[in-house]
């Protein structure tokens, strides 16, 4: 066989299926937890993202997430984010806690999402959620974008982005994504910031999360080319 030919099977659904059966994918099959927020880019609060982050517990105090543009099974992987507990964050150097953000406003202005599948009840999905609220209220992110999709859709151009969150009404995202998402999903975000009033403790994020809010300035991240070593 010629090895244009044998080349061709590449792409080809059959080939792609003995894959799925000969290979193990082990650290894609532990994922367990899909969560649906919004980015803004730490540079441009006028870009925002909507972002499907698939998590991994690897314990009680720290996350993984591998984020794509959508739930589709063509959705594009456009970044990560870790999470750890506030104990982590603190322990931080105040230079590394500069990458990082809160998720309070995230979480109690009903923003971030558990994303249940189509045929989940919402007062059953909203029960889900609690447990996941109440954890990630007092969590901190660390949010790289390498795709940036609403300027660059069709590749991955460019030096990758830091990513933040909201800490405030009036921060964003537009509504009118708002609204979609809402349509889409059959949630209610409004509805689900009151919801949450009545169960999420009073929280105050720890000193040194959110640092642009004290300075003005954000992170964007430039390639330099140094002697090799």
Known sequence: MEPETKQSAYHSAPYQAA??????FKPISSIHQHLCAFHVYSHDR????????????LSEEFHQCIIYDSDKPDARLIGIEYIVSERIFKSLLQEEKKFWHSHKYEVESGLLQLATKYLVPGAVADTAEQPAMLELQKT???TIHTWAIDISPELPLGPPSL???????????????????D????????????MRKGYLPAYEKAEGADEWEKTGR??????????LQ
Do not use: L
């Open 140 to 142: 901190y992110g660390k």
């Open 19 to 24: 894959g799925t059966a000969m290979m193990s």
């Open 218 to 227: 954000g992170v964007k991240f430039s390639s330099e080319e140094i002697a």
């Open 163 to 181: 990513m933040v969150s909201y800490t405030a009404d009036g921060q964003g995202p537009p509504e009118d994504m708002i609204k979609r998402r």
């Open 46 to 57: 006028s870009r925002h993202v909507e972002a499907h982050h698939y998590c991994k517990h």
């Open 183 to 194: 349509e889409q999903w059959g949630q209610d975000t409004a509805a689900k910031k009151e």
